[in-house]
């Protein structure tokens, strides 16, 4: 068995799948998190009685991380396209 | 060689593998999408189809060459890869009978290398290659969707705990569109290019066009519209599956599972080292299913399509094998015809028993274990119901 695993380890590219997990795990969150971000701002947002200092600071946020997503996927399609 | 006849069969047998491909991997993009509500289960399937469409005229730098590294290139002939397409089409179609999301790469990549086995021994078959090159990547890609999905669901659940519900289900399943979108753009780009490159390639290997030559565009448009229209019409059986088997999706799952395997798949695209969209699209669910405060995953139903995907090689070399070696008793150009009819009289045997249980729009978001049930001889845990109110 640990033969197996030997032969095989030095046919399988660890370093590029380690790139690929690090890449992913980094942009996949990033992604998450930032839209999760902007769906709590908007909520905060909408609440009813909120401050108007406080409402212009989420909708500030909800544009900023908006830009953001929109950048990324722009992004994507670029990818797409140019690979 | 020239051989029109052989080549017009390979032709044609390939914009049917293409077809299989679009109705088998419609889940990969749309099935959290469906399940959550973002989407009406024929609108997200025709947005899925449109965009495959688009991906497949968006690029064409994809190498014209099947299974380039797997087997030798120098000893593929037209009944190889014919007989290779036939034992992907019929693992295809089988395993979306059973509502199993099982890769149509590895499929074809089964079929080819059984049928080079048949055609040319083992010494033709490139082992290394097959272990860095599909063996590798298809056991690590689901473990990595699975892992970065769990995190990311965890942080979205966390973040959003005290946002009012409404606007979190608005926002996700917004979010989802868009992810399903470039999911379905993405699929579109690499799996049209995969059947482009086998008809490039036996249009080369036919002498109808040299060694160097640009994909001609009747191709692109004929895989173009060949996975389009699979995606639109098939699927529903492992959208059910994807989408509600698995575990149960809530809008803020669904999302956090879909851009998790746009960019797992992008990512790994960028390296040169491109994974599976099912294998990547089926961890993603199951880590959006961990990633909730119960852990609530099916595994059982995940084990059998593990199961599947661990007989995805053999069984579709086996048929890809035994494809071929009909063809080279009967004669190629008499035997492709032969198995050409033997997979469509399957496809047909397989199409009228799924009309038994028949799943589409209507029921593929009924309760799991219901009615019209691909899986239902799988025992199943019960999964509680995700706290996330949908809107």
């Known amino acids: 068995m640990s033969a197996v695993?030997?032969?095989?380890?030095?046919?399988?590219?660890?370093?590029?799948?380690?790139?690929?997990?690090?890449?992913?795990?980094?942009?996949?969150?990033?992604?998450?998190?930032?839209?999760?971000?902007?769906?709590?701002?908007l909520s905060a947002y909408r609440r009813e009685g909120a401050a108007a200092l406080s409402r212009t600071m989420n909708a500030a946020a909800v544009a900023l991380t908006s830009v953001a997503i929109v950048a990324t996927l722009v992004w994507g399609m670029y990818y797409i396209i140019h690979k | 060689m020239h051989n029109s006849f052989l080549l017009v069969l390979v032709v044609l047998i390939a914009v049917g593998f293409d077809f299989t491909n679009g109705f088998h991997d419609t889940a990969n993009s749309v099935a959290p999408t469906i399940a959550t509500g973002a989407m009406k289960p024929r609108t997200a399937v025709?947005?899925?189809?449109?965009?495959?469409?688009?991906?497949?005229?968006?690029?064409?730098?994809?190498?014209?060459?099947?299974?380039?590294?797997?087997?030798?290139?120098?000893?593929?002939?037209?009944?190889?890869?014919?007989?290779?397409?036939?034992?992907?089409?019929?693992?295809?179609?089988?395993?979306?009978y059973l509502g199993i999301p099982s890769s149509s790469?590895?499929?074809?990549?089964?079929?080819?290398?059984?049928?080079?086995?048949?055609?040319?021994?083992?010494?033709?078959?490139?082992?290394?290659?097959?272990?860095?090159k599909v063996l590798a990547p298809a056991t690590a890609s689901p473990i990595f969707a699975l892992v970065i999905a769990a995190i990311a669901t965890t942080l979205s659940r966390r973040l959003t705990q005290k946002s009012d519900s409404t606007t979190k289900s608005w926002g996700m399943r917004t979010g989802q569109i868009g992810s399903s979108a470039l999911?379905?753009?993405?699929h579109g780009t690499n799996d049209?290019?995969?059947?482009?490159?086998?008809?490039?390639?036996?249009?080369?290997?036919?002498?109808?066009?040299?060694?160097?030559?640009?994909?001609?565009?009747?191709?692109?448009?004929?895989?173009?519209?060949?996975?389009?229209?699979?995606?639109?019409?098939?699927?529903?059986?492992?959208?059910?599956?994807?989408?509600?088997?698995?575990?149960k999706l809530s809008p803020t799952q669904g999302f956090a599972a879909q851009v998790t395997s746009s960019v797992v798949i992008l990512s790994s695209s960028h390296f040169g080292m491109p994974l599976s969209t099912t294998h990547v699209a089926a961890g993603s669910i199951l880590g959006s299913g961990v990633g909730t405060k119960k852990r609530t995953v099916r595994w059982a139903v995940a084990g059998r399509v593990?199961?599947?995907?661990?007989?995805?090689?053999?069984?579709?070399?086996a048929c890809g094998a035994l494809s071929f070696l009909i063809e080279r008793l009967v004669g190629f150009s008499f035997g492709q015809v032969l198995t050409g009819l033997i997979t469509i009289g399957f496809c047909a045997v397989i199409f009228k028993l799924s009309r038994r249980d028949r799943i589409n729009a209507e029921n593929v978001n009924d309760e799991w274990g219901g009615h019209s049930e691909a899986l239902e001889h799988v025992k199943t845990t019960p999964v509680v119901e995700p706290t996330e109110v949908s809107a």
């Open chain 1, 5 to 41: 695993v030997v032969a095989a380890s030095g046919l399988i590219k660890w370093g590029l799948l380690g790139k690929i997990l690090v890449l992913s795990a980094g942009i996949s969150v990033g992604l998450v998190v930032l839209f999760t971000l902007a769906v709590n701002s």
């Open chain 2, 46 to 96: 025709l947005m899925s189809s449109t965009l495959n469409i688009v991906g497949a005229f968006l690029s064409l730098k994809v190498a014209a060459t099947i299974a380039s590294g797997i087997v030798s290139q120098t000893s593929i002939i037209l009944p190889v890869v014919f007989a290779g397409l036939t034992g992907a089409i019929i693992w295809n179609v089988a395993t979306w």
């Open chain 2, 105 to 132: 790469s590895h499929a074809l990549i089964g079929g080819v290398v059984g049928a080079m086995l048949a055609h040319a021994g083992g010494h033709a078959v490139e082992w290394s290659g097959l272990v860095s």
């Open chain 2, 183 to 186: 999911l379905s753009i993405a």
């Open chain 2, 192 to 247: 049209a290019q995969k059947t482009m490159g086998i008809v490039t390639l036996a249009l080369v290997a036919n002498g109808t066009l040299a060694d160097n030559a640009a994909t001609p565009k009747w191709v692109v448009v004929m895989c173009g519209v060949g996975i389009g229209l699979g995606t639109y019409l098939g699927g529903w059986r492992i959208i059910r599956t994807m989408g509600q088997g698995f575990t």
């Open chain 2, 306 to 317: 593990a199961v599947a995907w661990l007989l995805t090689l053999p069984a579709a070399g």
